[in-house]
């Protein structure tokens, strides 16, 4: 019976099986390019990691400005805390600085102006806030 998917070659007397599946130099090569190519891809992990634990930073710094301001315009227009002047906070990975001038951009208008910056391998990063508060809100 003839089965055309188990044909063999004879050969000079010898008989040799067709030609299926891969050479030994095939996969040799496969896998070095396989190799090199996940070498390539490891060395973006460490980078990669830096880049999402910068982006917690930065997202605890906004947050924590954006609390901030919350905390100010909860005050009475008159309260201490919105007395004019200039004020820090440190809490470690980053750092909240606000200044409060009074009359400004008008009379009777409280101008809060406040600055979350933090460190990074590329230099400091700052995030900037301002908002105008007046007697009555």
């Known amino acids: 019976m003839f089965n055309i998917f188990r044909k063999r070659r004879k050969i000079r ?11 030994l130099i095939e996969v040799m090569f496969a896998m ?6 996940l070498l390539a891809v490891a060395q973006m992990i460490p980078l990669g990691m830096a880049g999402v634990v910068q982006a917690r930073v930065r ?5 924590a ?11 009475e227009f008159n ?10 906070e440190d809490t470690g990975d980053y750092a909240l600085a606000w200044e409060i001038t009074d009359n400004t951009p008008v009379p009777g208008v409280k101008r809060v102006a406040l600055v ?22």
């Not at 070095?32 to 190519?37: D, K, R, V």
């Not at 309260?79 to 820090?88: E, I, R």
Request: proline residues 5%; without cysteine.
């Open 32 to 37: 070095t390019f396989l190799g090199i190519g």
């Open 59 to 63: 997202t605890n710094a906004t947050q």
């Open 79 to 88: 309260a201490a805390p919105l007395a004019a002047g200039a004020y820090t």
């Open 116 to 137: 979350a910056s933090w460190e990074n391998w590329s230099g400091i990063k700052t995030v900037n806030l301002t908002t105008h508060l007046t007697p009555g809100q």
């Open 65 to 75: 400005a954006q609390e901030k301001l919350d905390e100010l315009r909860g005050e």
């Open 13 to 23: 007397g010898i008989h040799q099986p067709d030609s299926r599946g891969f050479s």
